[in-house]
């Protein structure tokens, strides 16, 4: 496929060739990054990233400590393979569905345990820390579906309207950003909220004290003004 002035997408040379291999050497390396953290088991999680009209993409059943810079996984917004024979991440469709409706840089996908968790016991993350206005307020629970499906893919938008991020029921997580930094960033909060949360929720005789809505709003408007806070 030719993409900005008829550079091929598939070839090694050229700015779109240098620029595809630069973002799949991130794009293991956040992958790898998964498992290191403990986040994902094996191949359980996905991870992607954007390149013009490319969407890169971790493969199917491959370990991530074993793909090289030969191995690049690319297809294009409709799910076309464009480059590489490995075959991509069954949860494809929900990674372009994230694509198709937002500005998203980059994807993550994971079964990290604490958020995992929570996705079997409510139907919202409840706000215990204000680093949830970070993901554009409380984070919300797609309902289960199939993994792989339109389905799912449908349930994951709902959730994440308005959000940069949403648990998956009896699944995982799903989180975008405008970079693969971002995208994982979001992830590793995601997790270390819904870790939070369980242990809060588990004191036999008290309840955690949850954010007002007014109080993320505040934090969300400082979070604009000033980055990430301390």
């Given at each position: ?102 500005d ?71 989180a ?13 909060q ?41």
């Amino acid at each position: 496929m030719a993409q900005d002035g008829g550079t091929d997408a598939g070839a090694p040379g050229g700015a779109v060739g240098t620029a595809v291999g630069e973002a799949w050497d991130a794009l293991v390396a956040t992958a790898r990054r998964t498992v290191a953290d403990g986040l994902v088991v094996g191949t359980s999680g996905n991870v992607s990233v954007r390149v013009g009209d490319l969407v890169l993409v971790t493969p199917s059943g491959v370990p991530y400590s074993r793909l090289t810079g030969d191995d690049v996984v690319a297809v294009d917004l409709d799910g076309r393979p464009v480059r590489g024979t490995l075959p991509p991440t069954s949860e494809l469709p929900v990674h372009l569905a994230v694509y198709r409706s937002t500005d998203a840089g980059a994807v993550v996908h994971t079964h990290a345990v604490h958020a995992t968790a929570v996705s079997t016991l409510v139907d919202e993350l409840p706000p215990v820390h204000y680093m949830a206005a970070a993901l554009g307020g409380p984070v919300r629970v797609a309902p289960y579906a199939l993994y792989g499906t339109r389905e799912l893919a449908d349930h994951m938008l709902t959730a994440l309207t308005g959000r940069t991020a949403c648990l998956l029921r009896n699944h995982g997580t799903i989180a975008y950003g405008a970079t693969l930094d971002q995208a994982y960033d979001r992830t590793a909060q995601l997790e270390w909220m819904c870790r939070v949360w369980l242990a809060a929720d588990s004191h036999p005789t008290r309840t955690p004290a949850l954010l007002t809505p007014d109080q993320l709003a505040e934090t969300a408007e400082k979070l604009r003004g000033y980055g990430h806070p301390g």
